[in-house]
């Protein structure tokens, strides 16, 4: 049984991976979504144990080290936004559509302190139409094939 645990867990940081790859390769795009954050998101939906928080703050810290403009923030957008989604776990039964609303709740909100963070102020309604909206929308659609994915590797 140690050898499928350890297998398991070979398979889930070879996809964590290439989506963290993915997500480095897409980052200087207006409206990239951050598909690493999306599977913390799901995974912590799924799991909520100590494993996945763990997880998903050392896929903070990469993201922060390989494309972060402000360094840490993501590190600590990703441990807050999991430990929510592992509470969300605890209260209720983790599912498709409340993945996606976590997705687009949680994105909304990294998105749109990233906006304010790397842009001013006073351009924000520009911003927020370019590229808070846009990766929102489309991090929530990943989220429907992400979601599936991060299940299939948690079993």
């Given at each position: 049984m140690k050898t499928k645990s350890g297998l398991k867990t070979i398979l889930t940081?070879?996809?964590?991976?290439?989506?963290?790859?993915?997500?480095?390769?897409?980052?200087?795009?207006p409206?990239?979504?951050s598909l690493i954050f999306i599977y913390?998101?799901?995974?912590?939906?799924?799991q909520g144990d100590k494993k996945s928080l763990i997880l998903s703050g050392i896929f903070g810290l990469l993201t922060d080290i390989l494309c972060g403009n402000v360094f840490f923030t993501n590190t600590c957008f990703f441990a807050y936004?999991?430990?929510?989604?592992?509470?969300?776990?605890?209260?209720?039964k983790s599912s498709l559509k409340t993945a996606l609303l976590c997705v687009f709740i949680s994105t909304l909100l990294f998105s749109t302190f990233?906006?304010?963070?790397?842009?001013?102020?006073?351009?924000?309604?520009?911003?927020?139409?370019?590229?808070?909206?846009?990766?929102?929308?489309?991090?929530?659609?990943?989220?429907v094939i992400i979601y599936p994915l991060a299940a299939v590797s948690s079993k």
């Open positions: 940081a070879v996809f964590a991976s290439f989506l963290l790859v993915l997500t480095v390769t897409f980052a200087k795009l409206a990239s979504p913390c998101v799901c995974i912590n939906l799924i936004i999991s430990l929510g989604c592992a509470e969300l776990n605890k209260r209720l990233n906006a304010l963070v790397n842009f001013s102020v006073s351009n924000f309604g520009f911003w927020f139409l370019k590229s808070v909206l846009p990766e929102t929308l489309v991090s929530t659609a990943l989220a």
